[in-house]
């Protein structure tokens, strides 16, 4: 079974930056197939994506500051990353790496890693 383990989450003052990881138990040629991406979500409100790195190399980003969200990928170390810089209050919330497969849809989640943004 697929696991992906968050860490790097905790308290940060407002116009902090804060560095998400995510480690994949899978073999390093099979993540290397698959979409990676961060998400969040906050009580009461849907799971929302954060951005998203394709396997051609392609971001996308849900509604957020560009700017602000940088999603990176070491396919040796089947690590998935996210630099939050110039951070929010509004960017608390719980944060979730994903693994998506365009071909086979298979689809991964974290348990998430609280991030919360103190004014």
């Known amino acids: 079974q697929v696991q992906l383990v968050e860490s790097g989450g905790g308290l940060v003052q407002a116009g902090g930056s804060l560095q998400l990881s995510c480690e994949a138990s899978l073999d390093m040629r099979i993540f290397s197939r698959f979409d990676v991406a961060w998400y969040r979500q906050v009580p009461g409100k849907q799971r929302e994506l954060v951005t998203r790195?394709?396997?051609?190399?392609?971001?996308d980003y849900g509604n957020v500051d560009k700017g602000r969200f940088y999603i990176r990928r070491n396919d040796l170390r089947k690590m998935v990353y996210l630099q939050m810089s110039s951070l929010k209050p509004e960017d608390t919330a719980v944060y979730h790496c994903?693994?998506?497969?365009?071909?086979?849809?298979?689809?991964?989640w974290g348990q998430g890693t609280q991030v919360t943004v103190s004014s």
């Open positions: 790195l394709r396997r051609g190399g392609q971001f």
């Open positions: 994903n693994l998506h497969s365009s071909t086979t849809q298979d689809d991964y």
